[in-house]
């Protein structure tokens, strides 16, 4: 009689730990959209009761626990692309969460609020432009009163969503750019001091009269920095906004939604904007995950998509464009358990 007592006690205790564990999810990834994360994860857990643990090591770093399968989903800015599904062992699928602003932030005496139009900005990051009263800075800035100061460039150390979104831009307004350096989420730059995620760029920036480098637009608002107009391709200069950034998501997204928005001709576009994204394995039963499990994530990431966009204003993130939410809906009910959808 004992025994079985003990027995049942064991059935009953691992009965309430796999209940626990269903109850908790772990990613890893994107700095960029990590205090919009932050609120909707602390929110949703206040909601359901669901612990949701997410660490901000870049996007790199979200892709390669995703591919070790060491977390439940894995946070991006630069969408996989083809070559990187490839080593996947399954299919991922992205849905996209909301769309930020990658801004163009400096220390400068007095913190004028410039312009910088896209060949200066990528003869900064070349090298090329040393000195903060170079006379091209000046010409779009005849109000501000430009120290003669050493320009230094700071940009990522680590492999960086934000890097991508940057350099996916700098590629497609520099042909010298795309052929000399590329876009990627980790580059060999010409020049500058590398820093660890948004906040790291940030804080070097602060840290480091006549600074520059880029950040997510919520990193340089929260720090109290100053962050450039900057001309599209229409010719226009526009300051990063929630409505400038939409205006630059105003496209016809592939139906995975993996897809770059920079560089917008939307004529009040902000041109270095660009989608975030969660990625997951399409079929759930993995690792021996179960489906009490799987079911969990995919609650988590609709209410994300659905009623979790109302946190993103605040943050000063653009909500999902309605196209997006509708192909993020039918991304996750193509998700399985045992090759059977997991939600209806």
């Known amino acids: 009689m004992k025994k079985i007592l003990i027995l049942a006690m064991c059935i009953m205790i691992m009965g309430f730990s796999s209940q626990s564990l269903a109850k ?13 994360y932050s609120k909707l994860f602390d929110s949703y857990k206040n909601k359901t009761g669901v612990k949701i643990n997410y660490q ?12 070790k399968k060491t977390v439940d989903f894995g946070g991006t800015d630069a969408y996989m692309k083809d070559k990187d599904l490839q080593k996947a062992e399954g ?5 996209p969460t909301c769309l930020g602003a990658v801004v163009m932030t400096y220390n400068l005496p007095g913190n004028p609020t410039l312009k910088l139009s896209s060949d200066i900005i990528v003869d900064i990051f070349f090298g090329k432009i040393n000195k903060w009263n170079d006379k091209r800075i000046a010409a779009i800035n005849p ?7 050493n320009i230094v460039v700071v940009h990522r150390s680590d492999g960086s969503g934000t890097t991508f979104i940057f350099s996916d831009y700098l590629s497609k307004v520099s042909t010298q750019w795309k052929e000399k350096v590329g876009a990627g989420k980790s580059l060999n730059w010409p020049c500058g001091l590398g820093a660890k995620g948004n906040p790291g760029v940030a804080g070097l920036i602060k840290q480091v009269p006549g600074s520059v480098g880029y950040v997510e637009l919520i990193y340089a608002m929260s720090n109290k920095m100053p962050y450039a107009d900057i001309n599209n391709r229409a010719g226009v200069f526009v300051t990063p906004s929630i409505e400038s950034v939409s205006l630059a998501a105003n496209i016809d997204l592939p139906d995975d939604t993996r897809v770059t928005i920079t560089d917008t001709d939307a ?7 660009g989608f975030t994204w969660l990625i997951l394995y399409k079929e759930q039963n993995y690792n ?21 966009q ?8 653009a909500p999902l464009p309605k196209e997006a939410v509708a192909k993020a809906e039918i991304i996750l009910k193509s998700v399985t358990y045992n090759g059977k959808p997991i939600l209806k």
């Open 288 to 308: 021996g995950r179960t489906r009490a499990k799987a079911e969990t994530l995919l609650n988590m990431l609709w209410w994300v998509i659905h009623e979790g």
């Open 24 to 36: 908790e999810l772990l990613g890893a990834g994107a700095t960029f959209p990590y205090p919009y």
């Open 267 to 273: 004529k009040a576009g902000y041109p270095i904007s």
């Open 56 to 67: 901000a090591i870049g996007s790199g770093g979200g892709i390669r626990q995703l591919l």
């Open 91 to 95: 299919p991922i699928v992205h849905i």
């Open 143 to 149: 109000k501000a009163q430009l120290p003669d100061m």
């Open 310 to 317: 109302e946190l993103a204003v605040p943050l000063h993130y």
